[in-house]
């Protein structure tokens, strides 16, 4: 993956709310996507180890805008390479201002069939918006990657 152009000591750390309401309405809605802070990026499919993609001795998080890839009208296929994402967790975000829900946070942990040693070692922030299937817009999310065993 080639790297982003950030500026040194350049940190970017935005709230749930932040995410969804300046990041991935804006960009389903045709907004160009913010230079610097994130990239689209294929996740899933074959050769898509988190290894494979992003820098494994990076210590920061690697934030993507990724298509969900359906298995059926209902079902996402979280595979990537020989391995998968899988959930540990969801939880609704709510706007601060009125408590409505805006959208969620999956939590997810990859898992190998191959690399056991690896399994658990990276972890994935997945962040979509709510009904959006049920409005017909994209099946685009936000997704912070990150190698929780690297060194700081």
Known sequence: MSQLQIPLGFRFLPTKEEIFCDYLKPIINGDPIPSGVLKAHHIYGANREPWNIFDQDWPESFWVLTKLKKKSKSRIERTAGDGCW???????????????????????????????????????????????????????????????????
């Not at 709510?94 to 069939?113: L, P, Q």
């Not at 990276?122 to 918006?129: N, P, Q, T, Y």
């Open 86 to 152: 899988l959930q540990q967790f969801a939880k609704e975000v709510k706007n601060k201002d009125d408590g409505e829900v805006t959208g969620y946070d999956k939590y997810f942990t990859y898992t190998s069939k191959k690399n056991k040693k690896s399994n658990g070692q990276w972890i994935m922030h997945e962040f979509s918006l709510k009904d959006q299937e049920a409005v017909g817009l994209s099946d685009l999310v936000i997704c912070e990657i990150k190698n929780k065993d690297a060194a700081v």
